[in-house]
């Protein structure tokens, strides 16, 4: 059983009268979603629209799916994609264009979470396009918390390869962006970078050190809680464990590997030199200037494309369910009929 700490609780709440919200930074298939069950247990807000799971993810992914395709518009406004490894840095619009993209964000966190306490905004994207979000939440006077997840960049890209085909070399490079973004972004924030493994091992300790982090106890860690994230905090969502070599991947598992490293010290509970960092970040700058030109525009259309291809058919789902409830109205009126 968590020692729930009750009396850190009633202080908090004594002093705290700004909202707050909870952000799960870090690269898909990182183990955001597992987190962002814990922190939804343990009583953060789920928006009211959120991805179902599927074959990849049987128990959802928790994301705002309203949120995560502007997130994709938002993108495509800079010529860049969700999986484009030069996402990161972000790249404001000009002022008039940003201020229109930061409204229509702010309207839809709004309609998404309402007035309640503790909102949690879950979407990978957010991580590359968080000077943005934060822009947005400031002006809805939220406070934030981050968790970021830390998981082995070749398990990710063991999990991409699975759900998109991705070539290793590619899921590690945008896992660096990601990762990079989530802690060039963060810096100033509450933040507790967080060990995969160690969430699915002891989810009490990883969640003690999320509190210490964050200065605050999480907001209904209870005894119900507790049980919640016993029954899907389990093993089984261990998949695609890290094997191999980052080096073997040339200059994309050169740069991988100096940000794993920083951040699996730092999900330790270390508080390393972030040398390491600024050299990543810089040769990625580098290799942006480079081939950029000839990378962002394919991942951009490409995601263009997906987009496109994910709306006709849920349009034709919405169409078929209609047909179907029309013929099944009809013939619940002729067996009417026929009966009367």
């Known amino acids: 059983m968590i020692d729930t700490p009750v009396k850190a609780a009633s202080a908090t709440t004594a002093v705290e009268t700004t909202r ?46 309203k949120i995560a395709m502007l997130n994709d518009e938002r993108l495509r406004a800079v010529g860049a994609a969700w999986d484009d490894p030069f996402a990161f840095p972000f790249q404001p619009l000009p002022r008039p264009d940003e201020r229109g993209w930061l409204n229509r964000a702010m309207e839809l966190f709004a309609s998404e979470y309402g007035e309640g306490d503790f909102p949690l905004l879950k979407d990978p994207r957010v991580s590359v ?17 981050c968790v970021i997840p830390v998981r082995h960049p070749l398990a990710v890209a063991g999990s991409l390869a699975r759900r998109d085909h ?32 160690a969430l699915l091992a002891d ?15 999480l907001p209904a860690l209870d005894a119900a809680a507790a049980a919640e994230i016993d029954r899907f905090l389990t093993p089984d969502l261990r998949h695609n464990a890290g094997q191999g070599q980052l080096v073997e991947l040339g200059w994309a598992g050169e740069l991988a590997a100096k940000v794993h490293d920083w951040l699996e010290a ?24 480079e081939v950029g030109v000839l990378v962002s525009p394919v991942t951009r259309d490409l995601d ?13 789902e919405h169409y078929e369910k209609l047909v179907r409830a029309y013929y099944e109205a009809g013939a619940v009126l002729d067996e009417t009929l026929a009966i009367g």
Do not use: C
């Open 20 to 65: 707050t919200a909870y952000l799960v930074l870090g690269m898909h298939r990182s183990g955001t979603s597992a987190a962002t069950q814990l922190l939804a247990a343990a009583g953060a807000r789920l928006p009211d629209n959120v991805m179902p799971g599927d074959e990849h993810n049987a128990k959802g992914y928790f994301e705002p799916w």
């Open 304 to 316: 263009a494309a997906r987009s496109e291809l994910i709306h006709a058919r849920q349009k034709l």
């Open 166 to 197: 991705f070539a290793t070399e590619k899921s590690v490079l945008v896992w660096t962006a990601y990762m990079l973004a989530s802690e060039a972004y963060s810096r100033d924030l509450p933040r507790a970078f967080v060990s995969y493994d």
């Open 266 to 289: 730092a999900a330790r509970g270390s508080a390393p030199d972030r040398a390491p960092l600024e050299e990543a970040a810089a040769a990625l700058a580098r290799r942006r200037e």
């Open 129 to 145: 396009l968080l000077p943005f979000w934060r822009d947005v939440l400031a002006d809805l006077g939220l406070a934030l918390r």
């Open 203 to 217: 989810w009490r300790a990883e969640a003690a050190r999320i509190e210490a982090a964050h200065a605050a106890p």
